[in-house]
């Protein structure tokens, strides 16, 4: 199994920053793929960004040149960097990893942009 816990989140003005972070209980070594999932009111949780083993990413169109996934493995950590945020970036934000075939899920993280 694994544990991960968010940080992070919050309210910010459009055209501002925030990082989320999420922390394994495992080494990220072990950890085939994590990433970043939102849902906002009324719509389906989507993928946001998604760093496999190897180091690949890939992201959502909609945040594209804007967000960026990032790891430490010293620190079991992934981080979640969002710029440019928009009013429509506004949903809770949840940690995924997917081990042995498995998805794990943060407890979530709330990030309202105001216009």
């Known amino acids: 199994q694994v544990q991960l816990v968010e940080s992070g989140g919050g309210l910010v003005q459009a055209g501002g920053s925030l990082r989320l972070s999420c922390a394994a209980s495992r080494s990220m070594y072990s950890i085939n793929a994590m990433g970043w999932f939102r849902q906002a009111p009324g719509k389906q949780r989507e993928l946001v960004a998604r760093?496999?083993?190897?180091?690949?990413?890939n992201y959502a169109d909609s945040v594209k040149g804007r967000f960026t996934i990032s790891r430490d493995s010293a620190k079991n950590t992934a981080y979640l960097q969002m710029n440019s945020l928009k009013p429509e970036d506004t949903a809770v934000y949840y940690c995924?990893?997917?081990?042995?075939?498995?998805?794990?899920w943060g407890q979530g993280s709330q990030v309202t942009v105001s216009s």
């Open positions: 760093m496999i083993s190897g180091g690949l990413t």
């Open positions: 995924n990893a997917v081990y042995q075939g498995k998805d794990y």
